[in-house]
């Protein structure tokens, strides 16, 4: 039951640097590569609460999971957002939230353009990222978040009602 509950703290945590930067930080600073860290920090979020919520349900003999990390994200999708009311622009979402940080780890190059940072891809295809749309991210974390300790609080009061 640990490696849930320590994937949940590390989301949580990585969730509060982010919200720091977006709200407190940047209002101060006004440095626009602070944007860029906010979204990796969000992407830690993210992978770490996907990751908490696959070792509950496997803890819970509900999923299998696999050495492969796309075969285990397939299957968050396919069975685990079922579970957690996870809607499909939700999952769209997070998937645009991971290509867009994969794109920027791989990126040979971004600048900035008025309020945008502009990530510039291999096939020069270019992806933009604001405060807004950090935000709007911020915000389903945040929601994924309490929709996963929902759940689980249910399935443990359940099993305890049960013994």
Avoid at 31 to 39: C, I, P, S
Avoid at 75 to 91: A, G, L, Q
Avoid at 147 to 156: D, G, I, S
Wanted: glycine fraction near 0%; proline fraction near 1%.
């Amino acid at each position: 039951m640990d490696k849930y509950r320590e994937n949940l703290e590390k989301a949580l945590r990585e969730l509060k640097i982010a919200d720091h930067i977006i709200y407190i930080t940047y209002s101060i600073v006004k440095d626009k590569r602070l944007l860029l860290k906010a979204l990796d920090q969000e992407a830690q979020a993210l992978a770490y609460l996907i990751n908490a919520i696959l070792q509950y349900e496997y803890l819970w003999k509900h999923i299998k999971l696999y050495n492969n990390s796309e075969d285990n994200f397939h299957t968050f999708v396919d069975k685990c957002s079922k579970r957690y009311n996870i809607s499909p622009e939700e999952i769209e979402t997070i998937k645009q939230i991971l290509k867009i940080t994969r794109e920027h780890k791989k990126s040979p190059m971004e600048f900035l353009r008025k309020d945008k940072i502009i990530i510039l891809g291999d096939n020069l295809k270019t992806t933009q990222i604001d405060l807004d749309i950090l935000k709007v991210y911020l915000e389903l974390i945040k929601k994924l978040v309490k929709k996963a300790l929902f759940v689980w609080k249910t399935t443990e009061n359940t099993f305890k009602t049960l013994q």
